[in-house]
């Protein structure tokens, strides 16, 4: 591939290959020649990639003060590359440091990085997951408890109410109708079905956590029946409610327009 020489224990890489690396880990591959700025990197394998670098403002050349040359095969010193990185971030728009949401607004449709929230469970979509608590015990009545996070976060928190342990003391509500193979929810519920029970008395399900966390988990609690090892093995479901409040619909994504 032409002449490409690193030093991994020295200080410096060939001037070629330093340009193309920083275009290769901070810009898409895909780039093309900018209308040839510079003239001794014609033969370079690197053209593009240096006439790029050239159009976007990264370098302005080696050789004041003509600066029609790149010297594609120089070494590359510290300071050199400070000015290089520099300039590209004034290219990001991250020239203070930052690289924000906020500093590239203007490519958002004007929104700023406030205006931005974690995706959510879209409306009526259910996702699943496993739960469950071993533990051992002298007596009856101890209580094991295990927890669950939403790998999405839910658009609205979730209550003790809201989440169930199917066929327990908290199913009251019909919310849960499913099975332990095929676990269901009522939209804006979690429903625990358990698959594997062993001296357990009584078990329902709670919120863990406060405030926005409530969004992203909840929690199991099993009392035992006896002394002795207490087991509980469950799936859940989840089924995000059926409409958002305003301020979550508008940084929803659409269901299946996300990109690669």
Request: a negative charge; one cysteine or more.
């Amino acid at each position: 591939m032409g002449d490409v020489t690193i030093r991994i224990s020295g200080r410096w890489l060939r001037r070629a290959v330093a340009g193309a690396i920083v275009l290769v880990v901070m810009v898409p591959v895909a780039v093309s020649a900018a209308g040839g700025v510079f003239t001794d990197d014609d033969d370079s394998v690197f053209e593009d990639n240096i006439e790029w670098l050239a159009a976007a403002g990264v370098t302005v050349g080696c050789n004041p003060p003509d600066n029609d040359n790149f010297c594609p095969d120089d070494n590359v010193r510290r300071g050199q590359m400070a000015a290089f990185m520099q300039r590209f971030a004034q290219y990001l728009g991250a020239e203070d440091g930052t690289p924000a949401q906020a500093d590239n607004a203007d490519t958002l449709d004007g929104m700023d990085s406030a205006d931005f929230q974690p995706a959510v469970v879209p409306p009526g979509e259910t996702i699943y997951g496993t739960i469950g608590t071993l533990d051992n015990f002298s007596g009856p009545s101890f209580e094991a408890m295990g927890n669950a996070s939403l790998h999405i976060p839910a658009p609205v928190g979730l209550t003790d109410e809201t989440v169930t342990v199917a066929g327990d003391s908290d199913d009251v509500g019909g919310y849960c109708t499913g099975t332990a193979e095929e676990p269901t929810a009522a939209p804006g519920h979690v429903c625990i079905y358990p698959y594997s029970e062993f001296n357990v008395a009584s078990a329902a399900g709670y919120i863990w956590g406060s405030g926005d966390g409530t969004r992203w988990g909840f929690q199991l609690s099993v009392f035992s029946a006896g002394a002795g090892v207490v087991e509980f093995a469950g799936n859940w479901a989840y089924t995000a409610p059926l409409s958002m409040p305003a301020e979550v619909a508008k940084a929803a994504p659409t269901p299946g327009a996300g990109g690669d």
